[in-house]
T-cell receptor
């Protein structure tokens, strides 16, 4: 089945140690999104790619960066994780930039900071 | 700023009863609305959507109602089952501005 896959499902890193989360999709969608979701809160958009065009949300910390080497893969890099970055990170895809169809979400990576 | 909000953060219903989850939105430019279901440890899943030129849309056991006059969206689940227990998010989309806004979420508990 076509889907959005996130690896790993659980990631533990040390305070200040860089970490990379990965996302792959078999839907061939143009748009890929990264969200941060803290406990009992709504997903918060960090940034999205429309093809290779990167779009950062205004309030996304500089600590968070992303790479999209090809249509299928997208990475979230956290350069120096702080305790406040512990959260679920969700990757989603969409066929159109205008959001005129539902997004398809992966099951997330839960990031813990020691 | 403009936002999507929910009236009830937690809803508890008896198995077999109907559930109604409400959502208020304030962005008058939003023209597309989606309900997502998020089970524990999983990503949000699409349930049903509605465009602004409609007032009602029905799916399997679910109905979404849109009242543009008062900027209100609701999700009705018929004959609620234990498998419906999850957090439900509404999302409003301004397709002209490429902007999606998620509501705060409502946790639905289904009592057997």
């Amino acid at each position: 089945d076509a889907m959005v896959i996130q690896n790993p499902r659980y990631q533990v890193t040390q305070f200040g140690k860089p970490v990379t989360l990965s996302c792959s999709q078999t839907l061939n969608h143009n748009v890929m999104y990264w969200y941060q979701q803290k406990s009992s809160q709504a997903p918060k958009l960090l940034f999205h790619y429309y093809d290779k065009d990167f779009n950062n949300e205004a309030d996304t910390p500089d600590n968070f960066q992303s790479r999209r080497p090809n249509t299928s893969f997208c990475f979230l890099d956290i350069r120096s994780p702080g305790l406040g970055d512990a959260a679920m990170y969700l990757c989603a895809t969409g066929p159109r930039r205008d959001g005129n169809q539902p997004q398809h979400f992966g099951d997330g990576t839960r990031l813990s900071i020691l | 700023g403009e936002s999507v909000g929910l009236h009830l953060p937690t809803l508890s219903v008896q198995e077999g009863d109907n559930s109604i989850i409400n959502c208020a939105y304030s962005n008058s430019a939003s023209d597309y609305f989606i309900w997502y279901k998020q089970e524990s440890g999983k990503g949000p899943q699409f349930i049903i959507d509605i465009r602004s030129n409609m007032d009602k849309r029905q799916g399997q056991r679910v109905t979404v109602l849109l009242n543009k006059t008062v900027k209100h969206l609701s999700l009705q689940i018929a004959a609620t089952q234990p498998g419906d227990s999850a957090v439900y998010f509404c999302a409003e989309i301004d397709t002209g501005g490429f902007k999606t806004i998620f509501g705060a979420g409502t946790r639905l508990f289904v009592k057997a």
